[in-house]
């Protein structure tokens, strides 16, 4: 299969000057088409404009905001033609089921999936905006409590790429257990942790880079010696043996379908 030509960017929340100024490096000009889709913000007009001033405050000229809620439909002719044009959608944070839940079988998210595979473009987004990003995501699970059975939640997300979990605010909000009850549930899975500030590139669908001060935490379940997770009643603690886990940083990477940690060579490294 050959590999997608599109970019994930995704960053764990938190201050994300620095992952605007990133998208700004990755794009070739200045009038480079931008959409902000703010859906999942609790207030979407004021954030999608928020994001678009940000980006114009870099100098971007093309940035437009798509209202998609009850009352706005996303297969909008106009949002149609808008998406086939452009360079970077954005996603913002806030409720990432409510963003999957109004993309999720429109023609809208088609062509943004067929764009991704096939063209130069770049996906990206912050906390809500990263979390949506594969075919599954994390929406439940507290502290200790979600190394509880039952209360670790997953639901479907916007399967840009399959069988990884995006999880956001990871050192913040202490969750690490959801991270890694979630993996060991379904060990196809690798789960990437995103500390606030801190973000991940993905190329080709496959290679994870990292960007910002921090660290990003992989979890790998693939080699589970044993689980009691699918013998265990709801609100039973879950036992697992042989979870891997990783902690990257900038400068190095982690290749999903290798399952293979690795430095990036010095000449490449931004």
């Known amino acids: 299969m050959e590999p997608v030509k599109g970019k994930l960017i995704a960053l764990g929340g938190g201050d994300d000057d620095g992952l605007i100024k990133l998208i700004r490096s990755e794009i070739c000009a200045l009038t480079s088409h931008i959409e902000v889709i703010a859906t999942a913000a609790s207030a979407p007009e004021e954030s999608g404009n928020a994001y678009k001033e940000a980006f114009e405050e870099l100098g971007c000229h093309s940035v437009y905001f798509m209202h998609i809620d009850e009352d706005n439909e996303a297969d909008k002719p106009e949002y149609l033609e808008r998406i086939s044009k452009a360079d970077v959608i954005f996603f913002t944070g806030g409720d990432?089921?409510?963003?999957?839940?109004?993309?999720?079988?429109?023609?809208?998210l088609r062509i943004m999936h067929r764009r991704y595979r096939t063209e130069d473009i770049i996906i990206s987004g912050t906390s809500a905006g990263a979390a949506i990003m594969s075919d599954r995501m994390i929406y439940n699970g507290y502290g200790h409590y979600s190394l509880i059975k039952g209360e670790m939640k997953t639901t479907v997300g916007c399967s840009f790429i399959n069988n990884i979990f995006i999880?956001?605010?990871?050192?913040?909000?202490?969750?690490?257990?959801?991270?890694?009850?979630?993996?060991?549930?379904?060990?196809?899975?690798?789960?990437?942790?995103?500390?606030?500030e801190t973000g991940i590139i993905i190329k080709e669908g496959d290679q994870v880079e990292v960007f910002?001060?921090?660290?990003?935490?992989?979890?790998?379940?693939?080699?589970?010696?044993?689980?009691?997770?699918?013998?265990?009643?709801?609100?039973?603690?879950?036992?697992?043996?042989?979870?891997?886990?990783?902690?990257?940083?900038?400068?190095?990477?982690?290749?999903?379908?290798?399952?293979?940690?690795?430095?990036?060579?010095?000449?490449?490294?931004?």
Do not use: W
């Open 96 to 108: 990432q089921v409510r963003l999957a839940k109004f993309l999720n079988g429109t023609e809208l």
């Open 167 to 196: 999880d956001t605010h990871f050192a913040e909000r202490g969750r690490f257990g959801r991270l890694a009850h979630a993996v060991a549930h379904d060990p196809r899975y690798i789960g990437i942790g995103l500390s606030e």
């Open 212 to 270: 910002g001060p921090g660290v990003v935490t992989v979890i790998d379940a693939s080699n589970i010696k044993f689980s009691n997770i699918h013998q265990v009643a709801d609100n039973d603690p879950i036992a697992v043996e042989n979870l891997k886990m990783h902690l990257l940083v900038h400068g190095y990477r982690y290749c999903l379908k290798e399952h293979l940690f690795q430095p990036i060579p010095v000449e490449e490294v931004r």
